[in-house]
């Protein structure tokens, strides 16, 4: 969703690939966003252009670039990242990163075995709990 003026609306785009992103930057009047794609993630000047067909060359300002990605459907595995700096003319001079775009190894089945059980004795733990007070 983008907000402009207090009025929520969306941007009627999905991000396709890995390469999409959301970018959000400050606004004269809060913050804007969009759906981008994206030139180069390891980049110091990260290239990047609408999805939408807005027009983010305007003034150089502060901005982030948000990335979220997780394993389908059992959502083990998440991924963030973010890319903080000045957007101007369609590049987004990077000062910092957090985060990775990788979503890792996927559990083995003994992973996901104990994972459960250790889920499992959290739930009983606190039903226990919950019945005595």
């Known amino acids: ?3 402009s003026q207090g009025v929520a609306r969306g941007c009627g785009v999905r ?7 959301l970018l959000i930057w400050r606004a004269n009047d809060g913050l804007d966003l969009d759906v981008v794609q994206v030139s180069d993630w390891q980049a110091d000047q990260i ?3 609408s999805l939408t067909g807005r027009d983010i060359d305007g003034p150089s300002r502060d901005a982030v670039l948000f990335f979220h990605n997780f394993e389908v459907p059992e ?3 998440v991924a963030q990242f973010s890319a903080w700096g000045r957007l101007e003319r369609g590049n987004l001079s ?8 990788d979503l ?8 996901r075995l104990r994972a459960l059980r250790e889920l499992e004795r959290a739930c009983r733990a606190g039903l226990r709990g919950a019945g005595s007070h």
């Open 1 to 3: 969703m983008q907000q």
């Open 15 to 21: 991000r396709q690939s890995l390469d999409g992103s």
């Open 47 to 49: 290239g990047v252009r």
């Open 75 to 77: 959502r083990d595995r």
């Open 94 to 101: 990077v000062k910092s990163r957090h985060g990775t775009r």
């Open 104 to 111: 890792g190894r996927p559990a083995t089945l003994r992973e």
